[in-house]
């Protein structure tokens, strides 16, 4: 197996701010999901190889097998820092031949995609499912552009394993398809089994995996179960004001469509409500008139009312309109790009917005 080095891309922090998909954030209070993935840290690494206990020490670990890089570099790198825990040490003493993943390289990049400190990388102990997981990676990476995390086949291949019975692939599966934009998800309409996706909510050690499991559930909305739980949830999510506002009313627009649109700017309109969670509310329309233009009348009527009354939305709604290509939003954008109080980041995005199409 060897994995391809993805190339780096060179973004100003600005243009990666106002030109990203917006990304699916975890709940800021609870533990979130890593800016890196497993596929990441194999497509990006430098090193890849198969350790073991060392011969002279059994609580160390040494390379027993080279997968990507060369002899020469491996040699000239700092030991494997991980020590053999106790659970890893009673499988190798069940089955000598095990053994485990580790990667080195750099994922992380500043704002001008230069790598950071590189570092070891524990991935995983060796499976036969998790050997033919790499194998299939490393075929399907090859084909991907370096700016793989938006692309439809990225999400596709790893969709795949959203109902594995390996918990290291399932979560692999759920990180990617979390950071993938809403519409290419949509598109796939991966099915998920309602009872592993109910789980989630009921395990406080997963509540990172909430936001993407929420969005899931929406599209499963053709099962009853999933309808059941989608309408007893969203609603009052909304009304609460709750930390997954977005994904509670994706889901509900799966199920409801125009009711749930409604439903959204009736919480858009109740006093007290923080500004993050109108911005939830405002990206939640934004998506849901991305994947279903039918909806976009409405929704540009609810953006315009709240450019009048809330300027604050500016930033998100020109996104929108600058990526469904509508100028209905216009004059009232320029007004707010007039307006010397608005900050220089909505000034930008609506400035790119209004010279896009000229």
Known sequence: MRFLKAPALVV?????????????NACPVCTTLPDASLADHLISAEIIVLAGPAPDNPFRFTPKKLIKGTQKDLAS??????LVDSTTRATFLNDPEKSVLFTYGAVDKDAAGRSLSRSWKRIFTLTA????????LEAAARHWPFDSGTTSERAEFFARYLNSDDLVLRDTALIELD?????????????????QLSQEFRNINRI??????????????????????VKSRYEQALDKGSSYAYEWALAGVELDGLAAVETI??????????????QNLVRALAD????????????????????NEDPELALNIAIAARDWQEARLDHKLKAILENEKTDP???FVIQTKLTAFD
């Open 12 to 24: 100003g922090i600005l243009i990666a701010l106002v030109s990203a998909p917006y990304p699916a």
């Open 77 to 82: 790198l700092s030991e494997i820092p991980f």
């Open 208 to 229: 990172s995996f909430l936001p993407v499991s929420i969005r899931l559930l929406g599209l499963q909305t053709d099962d009853a179960q999933a309808a059941k739980i």
């Open 288 to 307: 849901a008139g991305s994947v279903s233009p039918n909806l976009r009348d409405v929704i540009i009527s609810i953006f315009s009312r709240c450019l």
């Open 345 to 347: 980041v909505t000034r």
């Open 179 to 195: 950071r993938a934009p809403y519409s290419v998800v949509r598109a796939l309409r991966p099915k998920v089994p309602i009872d």
């Open 265 to 278: 700017d009736n919480a858009l309109q109740m006093p007290g409500r923080k500004l993050e969670n109108r």
């Open 129 to 136: 499912d998790r050997e033919k997981f790499l194998t299939d």
